[in-house]
Each structure stands twice: as structure tokens, then as C-alpha cells.
């Protein structure tokens, strides 16, 4: 597709479910990377994923928190157990190459799935 | 570590021009840019500038750099109602093994009053 598309756009779950939420990056970009934005805060750095390297993790913020990218496009991230305090807007970007210092690694974020756990 | 500050919010007459501010702290940023976010959807890249340049003008849009204080602005001139969004601003910076990371502001939410 033309952008980042994922999906649902929208998810409300009961405290304790498990969920997963979907991101389909731009064609062609190797890097993938996962953000989380709660209600007045500023993007948090989930998780990064480069072609065939291993993922950066390090911004996870539990073991309940995973994520995979099957054959280096689509990915899914999923929350175990899910709290309440994992409500927020969970944003995926991607980008033409990875983490390095040119222009090249400027990311192109999608429209967000906005996750109300109760 | 990176810090990235923004007033959270801004208030401007349409018509009028705007300013953002923005703050940050790591000397090794590459690139910084603005990203604007509409209610109910995602990030919107508007600009970007790279760090060598003090100065990039995008129709409306112009943005200033001064990285010896290390502070970033945009202006948008002529702002109409459509341009009310969240607009954040974010540092490329070297995050050590080889690797660039971006730092997002929390956001300057732009109010225009018709």
C-alpha cells in the first residue's frame, strides 16, 4: 500500500485478555519500529526491527509485551494479560533503511490502534 | 540521555503566524523534525532539517535552528483551522552500537481561533 496501514483501528478488551494489533509497513522498508503514546505523554519506544538482525527490545516495558515480524513485513505485537494501564494509542512506523544517520531511516508512521483495556 | 521539551500547548488567531518551540539536549543529533498529528490519527512527517543547517523554508513552514543552544523552531505562516493538531517535534540522535534513535517531544497542541 501507498502508507502504513494496521489494524484494528480500534480495540476494547477486559483487563486480564490478551491482544494482538497489526502493522503492514510501506513496501520495500526494512526497518519497523513500534511506539506507545499514552493520553498526554510523548511517544515511547517500544521496539525496533531491522531486516534479519535481531530486534531491539529494550524499550518493552514487561514480559507481557512481545512482538514478531514474519518475513521482514508484516508484524504483530501482542500484549498478555493486558492491565489497564496499558490503554494508549499504539503507533507503528517504518522506515526505508535502519537506524542509521541519514535521511534514509526517516520514519512514516500509521494511523495508530488506539487500545482501551477496562 | 536525550531530553526533548515542548510547550504542551499554543493558542493563535487565524491568520496569524504561529511558533513552536522546541528544546533538546544531545549535541550528536543528525537530523530533527516535525511531525504533526490530527485528532484520531497518526504522525504526519511536516519537515525535517538536517543539523549542519540553520535555516529550511517549506511554503508555509519555516524552520529555524540554533544548535549552539540547542533549539529548534517552527513557523507556520498564515495559520488556518486546519493546521490544529499536536505537533511534535523529534531529535535523530546516536543511541551508542552503531545505532540512531529518535527522541519525541510530548507535543505542542495548536489551537486556532477562527
Known amino acids: 500500500g501507498a502508507g502504513v496501514s494496521q489494524s484494528p483501528s480500534n480495540k476494547v478488551t477486559e483487563k486480564g485478555k490478551d491482544v494482538e494489533l497489526r502493522c503492514d509497513p510501506i513496501?520495500?522498508?526494512?526497518?519497523l519500529y513500534w511506539y506507545r503514546q499514552s493520553l498526554g505523554q510523548g511517544l515511547e519506544f517500544l521496539i525496533y526491527?531491522?531486516?534479519?538482525?535481531?530486534?531491539?527490545k529494550s524499550g518493552l516495558p514487561s514480559d507481557r509485551f512481545s512482538a514478531e515480524r514474519t518475513g521482514g513485513s508484516v508484524s504483530t505485537l501482542t500484549i498478555q494479560r493486558t492491565q489497564q494501564e496499558d490503554s494508549a494509542v499504539y503507533l507503528c512506523?517504518?522506515?526505508?533503511?535502519?537506524?542509521?544517520?541519514?535521511?534514509?531511516?526517516?520514519?512514516?508512521f500509521g494511523p495508530g490502534t488506539r487500545l482501551l483495556v477496562l | 540521555g536525550e531530553d526533548v521539551e515542548q510547550s504542551l500547548f499554543l493558542s493563535v488567531r487565524e491568520g496569524d503566524s504561529s511558533v513552536i518551540n522546541c528544546t533538546y539536549t544531545d549535541s550528536s543529533s543528525t537530523y530533527l523534525y516535525w511531525y504533526k498529528q490530527e485528532p484520531g490519527a497518526g504522525l504526519q512527517l511536516l519537515t525535517y532539517?538536517?543539523?549542519?543547517?540553520d535555516m529550511k523554508q517549506d511554503q508555509r513552514l519555516t524552520v529555524l535552528l540554533n544548535k549552539k543552544d540547542k533549539h529548534l523552531s517552527l513557523r507556520i505562516a498564515d495559520t488556518q483551522t486546519g493546521d490544529s493538531a499536536i505537533y511534535f517535534c523529534?531529535?535523530?540522535?546516536?543511541?551508542?552500537?552503531?545505532?540512531?534513535?529518535?527522541?519525541f517531544g510530548k507535543g505542542t497542541k495548536l489551537s486556532v481561533i477562527p
Open positions: 512506523a517504518s522506515s526505508l533503511t535502519g537506524t542509521g544517520k541519514g535521511i534514509g531511516e526517516t520514519q512514516y
Open positions: 526491527f531491522q531486516g534479519n538482525s535481531a530486534p531491539d
Open positions: 532539517i538536517f543539523s549542519n543547517m
Open positions: 513496501s520495500g522498508h526494512t526497518a
Open positions: 523529534a531529535e535523530k540522535a546516536y543511541s551508542g552500537a552503531g545505532s540512531y534513535q529518535l527522541t
